[in-house]
């Protein structure tokens, strides 16, 4: 099959790291799987193209914004590929009833957004697809998409870590579990820790466009607070060093937005950091790490008593290592890019 | 015939008048032109529908990529219409290959990331027939179509004679003719010609009272040209006050023909890339409707393929803009018999009428 992605493309954000996974399964299972556009250097990995017609399948790969596709795009992707070969794979969980979970994280600004935001995809595409495996609108066809690429691992370095723990990700909803959750259970047993460092957009300063766009919800930072714990900041890296940044902490930890959360989306962070040489601990219900890591993931949930959990896994790391390895081999078989590939040409064919 | 006209409406730029006058020309013999979309209460008097399938063609009327619908619009507009039936009148020449005059361009990749090729497969796939309102089209699979028109029943102010129209336009008292100088147009790679224009007619300021710039962006550079390093809109503000010109806010379309009355002279420029290839706009009709002398800064070749050998004697000539000036002011009735002898030229060979007929003509050959 030949299987054209569309995405706005950002080298340290979204999904790119997804789109050369799958090219590289594809290539391994026969099929075709390119990004549109034009080569470009800073996207090893991508196999590129800006022509329609010689794909089976168009997939946008939709965050929260959808306006990336121009409007002379439109044009020929509405006149030259049949609505029945496109699908949406929305991976915010905007196609979907307006949520807010506990007055904080929302998919939509109100009903007017969320109907507008469900209008343009009905009209892109036949096909909605989402990264979760208990979709609420049944609209939706149920798609993992994100996987594990043991192709990524790092080889593994029992010294020279520079972190104890290391969380990569934006500032991009999480302020209020990082700041009620993680940041106390931090300052509980941070004369315990070595150095603490965030990766990822947002965490030094908060933009200027942050208020005249009225996001103060979504990305909010006390960076007195960081500094009082001790707590460094690095600017986002590129897709191509991630799983590299990550495996410079021995504790990796994964938050994920309260949305995500209850919907139970996938995204590519829950599998990439178990490509690091690192120890993972998710900030997840252990019933949803089982689900996703197998049984050695409730192991891996840092939940209840985080304080407690973090210094654990610091002291006792071998312990943490033997179920992580029992998650890679849980993730290997179930969780491929060669199963996740299988699945994606299964549900543009039904 | 039923003819669905997609574009973006403003009231102060693109086609908007010319779209006004052929839902009423349409109208009158027995057509129906509507707009796509939903009803717009700045355009009360252009019918809306979004019923696609009611109507025979689309006709869209394209000068960037946004003049196209957005979702889900566009979606229900190419599924409700087929291909042969849609037909895109292409205002700024982007479906050629990429053109550069001077700063001026027909793909600016800079500004919306639009590539030569892009324009080209993108109008190649919407519709089997692309017009260009010029007479000499580059590409063999445009067809001619100046789409824009003259409206008689606009014309601000009729004269029995040229020597009325002089007496009325000469009149000392000023009190209809406030300006002495008046453009109206935004500043979109205008600024070169303009400039030099008021320049040229300072040796004569004295004789020509004030001298009126209406229009978006003649105050100042915006930021993101600085920012794009782009020359299309640069403006001198401190030199246009010294040579005595005044900046005013832009004009609704329905306001424009009046405001140009208010001068005695106006002057028609179009962009480098429209006189490279020929393209004509609303204002190279239009003007003609105000009640002024219309000064043509086009290409002698384009005067007089579009406005007749009458509308040579309205350009600089050979003898320079300050000269022929000089003897506007002094021969007015000379020149006034050349606007009128132009006016009926662009009433028998322009009209909307006709304008309509050689559209019908195209979509049903």
Not at chain 1, 34 to 50: A, C, F, H, N
Not at chain 1, 298 to 310: F, M, Q, S, W
Request: overall charge negative; proline content about 6%.
């Amino acid at each position: 099959m030949n299987i054209l992605f569309m995405t706005d493309k950002r080298a340290n954000a979204g999904s790119i790291q997804a789109v050369a996974s799958y090219v590289r399964a594809g290539d391994e299972l026969g099929h075709n799987i390119v990004l549109y556009g034009r080569p470009d250097p800073k996207y090893p990995g991508i196999r590129w193209s800006t022509d329609l017609s010689s794909f089976d399948h168009v997939v946008f790969i939709c965050e929260f914004e959808i306006h990336w596709i121009s409007r002379l795009l439109l044009l020929r992707i509405l006149t030259q590929i049949p609505r029945k070969s496109r699908a949406i794979l929305d991976a915010d969980g905007m196609y979907n009833p307006l949520i807010a979970v506990d007055m904080y994280d929302r998919n939509h600004r109100d009903e007017d957004a969320r109907a507008w935001w469900v209008g343009r995809c009905d009209a892109l595409a036949d096909k909605i697809l989402q990264p979760t495996l208990e979709p609420l609108n049944p609209a939706v066809l149920p798609v993992p998409f994100y996987g594990y690429d043991p192709t990524l691992r790092v080889e593994p370095r029992t010294h020279d870590k520079r972190f104890d723990i290391m969380h990569v990700g934006h500032n991009w909803w999480r302020w209020r579990e990082i700041s009620t959750l993680l940041l106390p259970a931090i300052e509980s047993i941070r004369p315990k820790l070595d150095g603490i460092c965030f990766v990822g957009l947002w965490w030094d300063v908060i933009p200027p466009w942050v208020r005249e766009l009225n996001l103060e919800l979504a990305i909010d930072l006390n960076v007195d607070r960081f500094k009082q714990l001790g707590i460094q900041t690095r600017p986002a890296v590129p897709f191509t060093e991630v799983v590299t940044a990550m495996s410079e902490a021995r504790i990796n930890i994964m938050t994920q937005r309260p949305l995500f959360r209850r919907l139970k989306l996938l995204t590519a962070k829950y599998f990439e950091i178990f490509c690091a040489d690192t120890i993972p601990l998710v900030m997840l219900d252990p019933d949803q790490a089982e689900s996703v890591y197998g049984p050695a993931g409730r192991e891996l949930a840092l939940h209840g008593n985080v304080a407690a959990k973090l210094l654990d896994a610091i002291q006792r790391p071998k312990q943490y290592q033997k179920a992580v390895e029992d998650v890679r081999h849980h993730l290997s078989a179930h969780h491929s890019y060669r199963v996740r590939t299988r699945q994606l040409v299964d549900a543009l064919q039904s | 015939m039923k003819l669905l006209f997609v574009s973006r409406l403003e009231r102060w730029a693109r086609a908007v008048s010319a779209i006004t006058r052929y839902v009423a020309v349409a109208r009158r013999l027995g057509h129906e032109a509507v707009m796509f979309g939903d009803s717009h209460a700045d355009f009360s008097s252009i019918p809306y529908s979004t019923d696609v399938k009611a109507f025979d063609f689309a006709i869209f009327v394209i000068y960037e990529a946004l003049d196209f619908p957005d979702l889900p619009y566009l979606a229900y507009l190419l599924d409700g219409m087929p291909k042969e039936r849609r037909v895109i009148i292409d205002c700024s020449g982007v479906y050629n290959k990429t053109i550069t005059i001077e700063h001026d361009s027909n793909h600016f990749e800079q500004l919306n990331g639009h590539q030569g090729w892009e324009w080209i497969e993108s109008f190649s796939a919407v519709a089997n027939k692309i017009l260009q309102p010029t007479v000499r089209p580059l590409r063999q699979d445009v067809i001619p179509f100046l789409f824009f028109g003259f409206d008689s029943s606009a014309v601000a102010k009729h004269y029995s004679s040229p020597h009325d129209a002089a007496a009325a336009w000469s009149a000392k008292d000023g009190a209809g003719k406030p300006y002495g100088i008046a453009y109206v147009g935004h500043n979109w790679q205008r600024w070169s010609q303009l400039r030099l224009f008021f320049e040229a007619v300072q040796p004569i300021k004295d004789q020509l009272s004030t001298m009126q710039l209406r229009g978006w962006g003649w105050d100042r550079r915006p930021d993101w040209a600085v920012q794009h390093e782009f020359a299309g809109v640069d403006v001198d503000p401190t030199l246009l006050r010294g040579l005595g010109v005044e900046i005013g806010e832009t004009l609704p379309f329905s306001e424009v023909i009046e405001f140009q009355g208010r001068a005695k002279f106006c002057p028609i420029i179009h962009r480098p890339l429209y006189n490279e290839l020929g393209l004509v706009t609303n204002r190279t009709f239009e003007t003609f409707c105000s009640d002024t002398i219309p000064i043509l800064m086009l290409p002698p070749s384009t005067v007089l393929e579009i406005h007749g050998p009458d509308a040579l004697s309205l350009t600089p000539g050979s003898e320079g803009l300050v000269a022929r000036l000089h003897d506007m002011i002094d021969r007015p009735a000379v020149y006034w018999d050349a606007v009128l002898k132009t006016r009926s030229h662009l009433a028998a060979q322009h009209s909307y009428e006709r304008r309509l007929q050689e559209l019908l003509a195209i979509l049903e050959n």
